[in-house]
């Protein structure tokens, strides 16, 4: 008698803890229904400094960087198609902001645009975007890198153009806004 009472018990417990546990796991689910179609947003999705189309074609909508001494002779140096627009552009910015005294950047995000046309043919920008950085005045820094693609005998191959840069302002008028020039 004890024992089937002790059984009732463990039957009655283990029926108590399963529908916990189906309770808990339809929860879970929903949760993760709920995330997937908020991610399945892509406009949701865009981090601030995502640059439109329009604005990455615009040199003047970023300051120039001007570049001196043996840096001109490296980034003139062309990239073969094959390396890819985004590991181009890498290797462009890490002439502006490489160096033995740079900490190595993240870049959080990176656009490319071909701009085939009559006037540019075979053009292409790369946009470099770095985030959350750790300075009381720009809390982002963009930079624009401009390809031309040219014919060489070997193949195509991607010869820079220009570099620009745009700073995300963390403080004064323009908090949060993208601007060429330098923030207070």
């Given at each position: ?132 950085l750790m300075d009381d005045s ?21 010869n820079w153009v220009q570099y ?21």
């Amino acid at each position: 008698m004890i024992q089937a009472k002790a059984y009732g018990s463990f039957v009655y417990l283990s029926r108590l803890y399963s529908k916990v546990l189906l309770v808990l796991l339809f929860a879970l689910l929903f949760s993760y229904a709920s995330s997937v179609q908020a991610a399945s947003d892509p406009i949701a999705q865009l981090p601030s400094s995502f640059i439109t189309r329009a604005e990455a074609a615009n040199p003047n909508n970023f300051k120039p960087i001007k570049l001196n001494g043996r840096i001109v002779d490296i980034a003139l140096a062309s990239c073969p198609m094959e390396t890819g627009l985004i590991a181009c552009g890498l290797q462009k910015l890490d002439l502006i902001n490489g160096g033995p005294a740079e900490v190595n950047a993240d870049y959080d995000l990176a656009q490319t645009f071909i701009y085939p046309s009559n006037a540019q043919p075979n053009t292409a920008v790369v946009i470099i975007t770095r985030s959350d950085l750790m300075d009381d005045s720009v809390s982002a820094e963009r930079y624009r890198i401009s390809f031309k693609s040219e014919k060489k005998p070997l193949g195509l191959d991607w010869n820079w153009v220009q570099y620009g840069v745009q700073y995300k302002c963390a403080r004064g008028d323009n908090t949060g806004q993208w601007t060429k020039n330098l923030c207070p």
